[in-house]
């Protein structure tokens, strides 16, 4: 008999980068156990992605867990602020987006931590990128070495000097259009994920908002059409 | 006209230890945002009790925010696991307890992180003690130093050079007798707040689990009774 994969809590939002980061966990060998939030975005179509993402991908759990960040709001993408649209690649590369979630992957990668104790998994992975998202202060290498040191001192494991968390960060480095071929190598359906900031009621991209744009770059950039739904006219 | 006071997001659970902590941020002259999480505990008479301290404190703001620990599990306070009973001060010392919540600390001080951002406050309390609770990692010195580390990393201040998260933990070297004499002397209604880990069903503690016990004997050691109400016969 085989022994068991080792496990791996993996971020999944339901997004292009977090979906790719899905596919090299599952390379890699790792029984995934998904994660996602109900944090009251306003892009909920997020979690039926996520959903379908989980199922392509075989995930052995998927876990939706409800968070409320409405309450201490500050972020367009929570509270009733305005998403910027269509501004040029420099646009978007000056200082931290009101799209910026305050500390957003410090909550999500502390809940992967307790549910990576629970199931006594020392893997988890996030799908953050450095590259298309200078401004965000926590999708930084440095920010991620510093979450790990507090993890190994937060924990269980920590304590009794079992094995360090790693927290894989696979695409950190690459530029977007590297990791839709990553994807695309790995067999990722990037029909089924979604990127839009403001989608339109029936769940399609808007195709102005930052995250469209990036994403639509990306794959002109790879010679690949976008096979995500997006609002008539909203393809370039 | 005096210029405002500045603020600190504080973390309220409405036991002993958060009531006192509270009370100390008062005292160095914060306007105090307090918060506190519904996260599916059994001993959810907690929440009832921090409106209390809350109100009693005079805070600016206190917010109430819902987290879903359950679907993760892993601990007597949110599972279904046996809360232990009647163990003695050597028994409470030995090893990690089934109360601990896996990175319960590393998630609310993540979303204090957040308000803390939204408000434009570098200060956090939290009531965390070392001496009393020595079998949690997360109680430790050294882990609020690499949180603190971590969240300078996290944030639009630390990425802006402006002034470091202080992360506050006064009670952290205190015996619990110490804690509930500098209480005393700040004026805290210890009747307002709520310790038990396994409460009875009109919110009286049970007087047997860990918590209680080392409650019920600091307030011994102080020669004050107990002002909080404890189920028929199980004050000692």
Redesign the interface.
């Given at each position: 008999m085989d022994s068991p994969k080792p496990r791996a809590v993996v971020l999944l939002s339901g997004g292009l980068d977090s979906a790719t980061c899905c596919a090299i966990a599952r390379d890699q060998g790792f029984a995934i156990h998904a994660l996602s939030f109900d944090y009251g975005q306003r892009h909920a179509g997020e979690l039926g992605a996520a959903r379908r993402v989980a199922e392509a991908e075989g995930v052995a759990e998927h876990?939706?867990?409800?968070?409320?960040?409405r309450?201490?709001?500050?972020s367009a993408l929570t509270a009733d602020l305005e998403v910027p649209k269509g501004r040029s690649a420099e646009e978007m590369d000056t200082g931290?987006p009101v799209t910026?979630?305050?500390?957003?992957?410090?909550?999500f990668l502390?809940?992967a931590?307790?549910?990576a104790?629970?199931l006594e998994s020392t893997d988890i992975f996030i799908g953050i990128n450095a590259l298309d998202y200078s401004g965000y202060?926590?999708c930084?290498p440095?920010?991620l070495r510093?979450?790990q040191?507090?993890?190994?001192?937060?924990?269980?494991a920590?304590?009794e000097g079992q094995t360090r968390t790693t927290i894989h960060a696979p695409l950190i480095t690459l530029r977007k259009r590297d990791i839709i071929r990553r994807g695309l190598e790995l067999g990722v359906d990037y029909g089924l994920t979604r990127s839009c900031y403001d989608p339109t009621e029936d769940g399609s991209a808007c195709g102005r908002c930052d995250s469209c744009l990036l994403r639509l770059r990306a794959f002109e950039a790879c010679g690949v059409e976008d096979p995500a739904p997006y609002a008539t006219g909203a393809r370039p």
């Amino acid at each position: 008999m085989d022994s068991p994969k080792p496990r791996a809590v993996v971020l999944l939002s339901g997004g292009l980068d977090s979906a790719t980061c899905c596919a090299i966990a599952r390379d890699q060998g790792f029984a995934i156990h998904a994660l996602s939030f109900d944090y009251g975005q306003r892009h909920a179509g997020e979690l039926g992605a996520a959903r379908r993402v989980a199922e392509a991908e075989g995930v052995a759990e998927h876990v939706v867990t409800s968070i409320d960040l409405r309450a201490i709001g500050g972020s367009a993408l929570t509270a009733d602020l305005e998403v910027p649209k269509g501004r040029s690649a420099e646009e978007m590369d000056t200082g931290i987006p009101v799209t910026y979630v305050p500390a957003r992957n410090t909550i999500f990668l502390s809940f992967a931590l307790a549910w990576a104790e629970v199931l006594e998994s020392t893997d988890i992975f996030i799908g953050i990128n450095a590259l298309d998202y200078s401004g965000y202060p926590d999708c930084r290498p440095a920010y991620l070495r510093a979450f790990q040191d507090m993890a190994d001192l937060a924990t269980k494991a920590g304590v009794e000097g079992q094995t360090r968390t790693t927290i894989h960060a696979p695409l950190i480095t690459l530029r977007k259009r590297d990791i839709i071929r990553r994807g695309l190598e790995l067999g990722v359906d990037y029909g089924l994920t979604r990127s839009c900031y403001d989608p339109t009621e029936d769940g399609s991209a808007c195709g102005r908002c930052d995250s469209c744009l990036l994403r639509l770059r990306a794959f002109e950039a790879c010679g690949v059409e976008d096979p995500a739904p997006y609002a008539t006219g909203a393809r370039p």
